[in-house]
């Protein structure tokens, strides 16, 4: 099916492990992003990429290390997770401007212990 | 100060009410202004969008914005049960057009 996919839906770790969360595009958007949606903090972004191997910080992007080296991936790893990186994660791409609607996925919940 | 305000409730309203949804912002460069709709445990999805000032219909939903007051809202008419979830409104980054701006969301409850 066309869209994005995230991967794994809900994903328990322990504080300190390194995790990945993953997220795919059966189209080619140019602009992939990463967003945690936290009560009370709504939607605050990790990181961005503009295409393949171009990839820029966004507003809270401490802990988090991502990579695209191919156009239809963007995979996010938290590096040593910690409690306060227990939030819900969307991935999202978009196709020329913003007017055309970012394309979400269905996110991941990730609870760190 | 945040660059954009919402609400976040949670706002309850009877079946087949007019719902009015707002926020401010901050920054006059702003020129897309954007509301997305949440269903429970689904990312956001596009509702509308409106360029710089004015009104916009879309069947039971009209997006407005006033540049002067810093002021958009979002009104519902004829509320459904399925028009329960939280809206978001977003706009662009003046500094970079595919970045967006978001306010916290405001859930609505539409009861039967």
């Known amino acids: 099916d066309a869209g994005i996919t995230q991967s794994p839906r809900y994903k328990i770790t322990e504080t300190g492990r390194q995790v990945t969360l993953m997220c795919h595009q059966t189209?080619?958007?140019?602009?992939m992003f990463w967003y945690r949606q936290d009560l009370g903090h709504g939607l605050r972004l990790i990181y961005y990429?503009?295409?393949?191997?171009?990839?820029d910080k966004g507003e809270v992007p401490d802990g988090y290390v991502v990579s695209r080296s191919k156009t239809e991936n963007f995979p996010l790893t938290l590096e040593s997770a910690t409690r306060s990186q227990t939030s819900v994660y969307f991935c999202?791409?978009?196709?020329?401007?913003?007017?055309?609607?970012?394309?979400f996925g269905s996110g991941t919940r990730l609870t760190v212990v | 100060q945040k660059e954009v305000e919402q609400d976040p409730g949670p706002l309850s309203v009877p079946e087949g009410a007019i719902v009015s949804l707002n926020c401010t912002y901050s920054?006059?460069?702003?020129?897309?202004f954007m509301w997305y709709r949440q269903y429970s445990r689904k990312g956001p999805e596009l509702l509308m969008y409106?360029?710089s000032s004015g009104n916009k219909e879309d069947g039971r939903f009209t997006a407005q914005v006033d540049k002067s007051s810093k002021y958009i809202s979002l009104f519902i008419r004829d509320s459904q049960p399925s028009d329960s979830a939280t809206y978001l409104c977003?706009?662009?980054?003046?500094?970079?057009?595919?970045?967006?701006?978001w306010g916290l969301g405001t859930s609505l409850g539409v009861n039967p």
């Open positions: 920054n006059s460069a702003f020129q897309y």
């Open positions: 999202a791409s978009l196709t020329g401007g913003v007017v055309n609607g970012y394309t």
């Open positions: 990429s503009a295409a393949a191997d171009i990839t």
């Open positions: 977003a706009m662009n980054d003046a500094g970079n057009n595919r970045k967006l701006i």
């Open positions: 189209w080619s958007h140019s602009y």
């Open positions: 409106t360029y």
